[in-house]
Structure formats: structure tokens, C-alpha cells
């Protein structure tokens, strides 16, 4: 199992937006595997979600 989240209101990613002066849309989004108790964080400009199945 497991879960992905985005955070619309980040603040982690307005830092990184006013960083780069607006230059860039950073994203802020998270990736829960449950099953193996991991979390990856992912910032990102243009991201494309899709379910394969």
C-alpha cells in the first residue's frame, strides 16, 4: 500500500518558489509506502500523475 499527498499550501515550497524569485511552480508533494515504512518528499515543477491500471 501505499499513498501520495500534495501540500497546496506548503510552506517548504513558497521558500523555494521565493528562492528562485517565481522563476519556477515548485510543487510540494509527499509518498507514503506503508508497507515498508518510507517516506519520500518530491519537489517538483511539472508533475503528471496517472493511474496505469
Given at each position: ?53
Amino acid at each position: 500500500m501505499s499513498s501520495l499527498v500534495e501540500y497546496p499550501d506548503s510552506e517548504a515550497a513558497k521558500a523555494w518558489r521565493d528562492h528562485f524569485q517565481g522563476l519556477f511552480r515548485i510543487k510540494h508533494y509527499s509518498i507514503f509506502f506503508m508497507s515498508e515504512n518510507v517516506a519520500l518528499v518530491v519537489f517538483a515543477e511539472d508533475v503528471v500523475l496517472r493511474d496505469v491500471a
